[in-house]
Every structure is written in structure tokens, then in C-alpha cells.
């Protein structure tokens, strides 16, 4: 296989993150390589592909082709364990359930076409240190093994990390802050063009979710949380099971992961280093969605590396302007949600059906837009016994 | 001389998503398209794995 030498970025993943920040860095002029150690970019996918649409206008203002779109939402409706339910619709499109086989494969192609270089089934195998400082990689292209020298490694790999975490990064989920999941794509399953969410102990520490993808498609999955020891197959097979309009819906895939819903991971950058996307554990802490996150890090993180190349400084002095623009932009609303996720997990089902039965869908668009305070206060009033669980978020 | 077995695969149930390999907190699960392959000698039986796999297809003996 045709290998440079060397450099100027080497992007380990062609994920959301990786191939976001490759477009970047490649139209700033640098000589990037993007790999990915699966032989189809895309594919398979571990995601149940769901994306507000202001993450996508925020980071494609020209839109996204219309094949990247399984279908548009309009709103969403959240379950209660006792059945009661509450929803949030608009008159237009509000988000997008994805194809991410062709969305992945749409962004690498936009960052080739913005001159980076492009290799899949290639796998970054170790970090090459010279003089206490890293200064390329070692890479596997099936048979072939090579090694490569460059001035910035990004690491975008997702929740494996393995590179960033032998770079010393932060990167290792552990099991209380992570969600596992299972999912099922299934067919002639008709749903409305809203998400749904069930929560309560369907799903301990997690939600199931229906998430229409057009054509009567829809993933439809569970996570749980990892500690809870639930079982996210058996849950979701009994949630199928005991459902009558999944009677006659087929399983077209299985898919299934594990995904951060903790803190970001503070340090993301070194000498020579950046770690960007779910590898950085940046993903909402109360739904593991981290499409729009990996993207905006690549966006941001590219912005800064060609700065970094323009100046010939890859110092951690100068990459720290990515980890700082992150945390202005993004830090304080994540924390609050993961605020939210920690009171959510003390929550039993009565709990659940209380809150629900008593909130409207402006006070669910409030605590989504992270303002609990008054809705918080209305539910107290009704149920008092609740201040115990809730009053970390007044 | 032969390495202990650790840890142990049902490839009927893998799917090959990587959870495992997120939550080794020793690096010693790699995953390579639909390969799971696990350096038994680094493995410290922590048990993540078996309890992150969302198939339930790892068990740690
Ligand atoms: C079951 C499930 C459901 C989810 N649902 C949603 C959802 O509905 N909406 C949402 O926004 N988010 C969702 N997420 C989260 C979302 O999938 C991730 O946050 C998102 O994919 C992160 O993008 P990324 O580019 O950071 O990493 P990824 O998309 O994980 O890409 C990382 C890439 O790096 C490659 N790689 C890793 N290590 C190496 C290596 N050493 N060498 C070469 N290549 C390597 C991998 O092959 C992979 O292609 C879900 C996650 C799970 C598990």
C-alpha cells in the first residue's frame, strides 16, 4: 500500500470525530492521513443514529444528502412505567434518525475530497516515542505492518481508545459510567416521525428507544447501566415480546455497544496529541448521543491544529486552545446534564410516572434546554417525598 | 509452556461491538473487524468485560 512517511496528522478512526476534523485540517492545507482499522468506513454501525437537527445545521449548514437521512423527526414522546406518556412536537423537523452506513462513509469521502489521504482496514497497533516525545505510529494494512511519522496524532477512535489510552489520555471507561446496549433494526414496524423513549425499570439506569428510520423501519434498543448488571438482550426481547405492535416486525440487524454517559475526559491534549469525539468521552451523559459532539470536536479541534501548523507549534501550550474553546462552548451544559443523569438514575418507577404524569411538554423542553428549577418546584409540590432525589437540581 | 485461560469467547453470541475492549482498563481485548482476541496473559480477571458485554458472550474463568 502507498504510505508517505510522514505527516503533518495522523487521524486513528473515520468515525463522525475523525473525518470531521480530516475535511478541516486537510482544506487548512495539512498533509492528513485518516485510517480506520474497518474494512468498510461506516459500517458496522453501533448507534441508534438519532441527531438533532441543530447539530446538523450547526456543523453542515449546506445540509447533508438525503441518503445520509433515514427519516426526519418532528418531536418525541417519553414513556411512564405505568403507560402515561408526554410529547414534544414541532411543526417542522427537529431532528433526524440517521443511515450512519452512508453518513460515515459521506464524511470520509468529503475529507478525501478535501485532499485527505484515506485508508481503511488499517489499524493503528502502538505509539512510536522518541526522546520522551511521540512522533508517529505503528499501523497494520492487512498483511502489511509500516510505521509512520507525524507531527500530531488525533486520536477519534470511539470508545476503544486504545491509542489515546497508551498515550496516557484519561480514556478508560469504567462500568458505572458507561451504558451497554443492544438494538434491533426492524422492518414493517409503522411508526410516527417522533423518537421514542421509555424509561423505568424496563431499562435500570438506561431507557428503550424506538427511533423511526423511514420505510417502516426502526431501531428499536436498551441500554442499561453497566453496573446495574441487567441483561440489555433479555430486557429488550420481553420489551419486544409483551408490545403487540412489534408483532409483526422483523429483525433486519443486530447491533449493540457501549457507550460513556460519564464526564469528559478533562486532559485532551498533549505534546503532539489530541483526542477528540467519544474517545474524549464527549457524549450526553443522560442519552449516550454523541454524533453532534464528535462532530463539533472535530470542527474545533481541526480549527486549532491549523493553527498549530501554520505556527509549527504542536506543543500541548498550543493544542490547550481546542480544549479550552471545548470547555467554554460545551463544558458547563454537559455537566449539567450529567447533573440531570445522576438523579434520574435514583428515580423507581412510581417515581417515573409521577414526574411524568405531572409535567407538560414546555416543562420536558425546559429540563431538556437544562433549566429544572420551576419544573422542578411544580412536581415538588405534588409529590413531596421527591425532594430528596431532586434537589440536586434546584 | 501453554497460557491459563482467562478469558473465554462465546462466538455464537458476539456481535464484535468492542465494549469489552472500552472497559479493559489493562488494554488486553483488541478487536479486529469480527475478532475479538484477548492476550490472556495481560488479563487481570477484573471481570469488566464479562459484566459491560451487553450479549452476555465473555465469562472470566
Ligand atoms: C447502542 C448505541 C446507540 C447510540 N445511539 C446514538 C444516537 O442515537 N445518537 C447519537 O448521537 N449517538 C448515539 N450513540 C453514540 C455514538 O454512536 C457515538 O458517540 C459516535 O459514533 C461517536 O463518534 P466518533 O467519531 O467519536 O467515534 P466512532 O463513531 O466510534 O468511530 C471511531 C472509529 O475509530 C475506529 N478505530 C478505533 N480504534 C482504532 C485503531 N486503533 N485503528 C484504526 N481505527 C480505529 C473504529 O473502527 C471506528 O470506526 C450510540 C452508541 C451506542 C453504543
Known amino acids: 500500500m502507498r504510505l508517505m512517511e510522514r505527516y503533518d496528522a495522523v487521524v486513528v478512526g473515520a468515525g463522525p470525530a475523525g473525518s470531521t476534523f480530516a475535511k478541516i485540517a486537510a482544506e487548512g492545507g495539512m498533509e492528513v492521513l485518516l485510517l480506520d482499522k474497518k474494512k468498510e468506513i461506516g459500517s458496522p454501525v453501533r448507534c441508534g443514529e438519532g441527531i438533532g437537527d441543530a447539530w446538523v445545521s450547526r456543523v453542515w449548514p449546506q445540509g447533508i444528502p438525503s441518503a445520509c437521512i433515514g427519516a426526519r423527526i418532528s418531536g418525541a414522546i417519553v414513556f411512564a412505567p405505568n403507560g402515561k406518556s408526554l410529547c414534544i412536537r414541532a411543526s417542522h423537523t427537529t431532528g433526524f434518525v440517521l443511515e450512519r452506513k452512508i453518513f460515515d462513509k459521506y464524511l470520509a469521502v468529503e475529507a478525501a475530497k478535501a485532499g485527505a489521504h484515506v485508508l481503511a482496514r488499517t489499524m493503528a497497533t502502538s505509539l512510536i516515542k522518541e526522546d520522551g516525545r511521540f512522533t508517529g505510529m505503528r499501523l497494520k494494512h492487512m498483511e502489511e505492518e509500516f510505521e509512520v511519522k507525524t507531527d500530531l496524532i488525533v486520536s477519534a477512535e470511539g470508545m476503544e481508545a486504545r491509542i489515546a489510552r497508551e498515550a496516557g489520555f484519561q480514556s478508560l471507561a469504567t462500568l458505572y459510567d458507561v451504558d451497554t446496549c443492544v438494538e434491533y433494526e426492524m422492518a414493517d414496524l409503522p411508526c410516527e416521525d417522533l423518537i421514542e423513549l421509555y424509561f423505568g425499570s424496563i431499562a435500570p439506569r438506561g431507557y428503550a428507544w424506538v427511533f423511526p428510520k423511514g420505510n417502516q423501519l426502526a431501531n428499536v434498543g436498551i441500554g442499561v447501566g453497566g453496573l446495574t448488571g441487567a441483561n440489555p438482550k433479555k430486557l429488550l426481547d420481553s420489551f419486544i415480546e409483551k408490545n403487540e405492535r412489534f408483532r409483526k416486525a422483523e429483525v433486519i440487524e443486530v447491533k449493540g455497544g457501549v457507550i460513556s454517559v460519564g464526564e469528559p475526559v478533562k486532559e485532551k491534549v498533549k505534546d503532539n496529541l489530541m483526542v477528540i469525539g467519544t474517545a474524549a468521552h464527549l457524549v450526553d451523559p443522560t442519552h449516550g448521543g454523541g454524533i453532534g459532539l464528535a462532530m463539533e470536536s472535530g470542527i474545533i479541534a481541526g480549527r486549532v491544529a491549523v493553527k498549530a501548523f501554520q505556527k509549527k507549534d504542536f506543543s500541548k501550550k498550543h493544542l490547550m486552545h481546542y480544549e479550552m474553546a471545548w470547555d467554554a462552548r460545551e463544558g458547563n451544559k454537559l455537566e449539567k446534564r450529567l447533573l440531570l443523569r445522576k438523579v434520574l438514575e435514583k428515580l423507581n418507577d412510581d417515581d417515573y410516572s409521577n414526574i411524568i404524569g405531572e409535567i407538560s411538554a414546555d416543562d420536558l423542553q425546559k429540563v431538556l434546554d437544562g433549566n429544572y428549577k420551576s419544573v422542578v418546584a411544580k412536581v415538588l409540590l405534588k409529590h413531596p417525598s421527591l425532594l430528596k432525589v431532586l434537589s440536586a437540581l434546584l | ?61
Open chain 2, 1 to 61: 509452556m501453554s497460557e491459563i485461560e482467562k478469558f473465554r469467547l462465546d462466538e455464537r453470541k458476539c456481535i464484535y461491538c468492542g465494549g469489552c475492549v472500552s472497559v479493559c482498563p489493562v488494554l488486553a481485548i483488541t478487536l479486529e473487524e469480527t475478532r475479538i482476541i484477548c492476550d490472556q496473559k495481560k488479563c487481570t480477571r477484573c471481570r469488566a468485560c464479562e459484566k459491560v458485554c451487553p450479549l452476555k458472550a465473555i465469562t472470566i474463568i
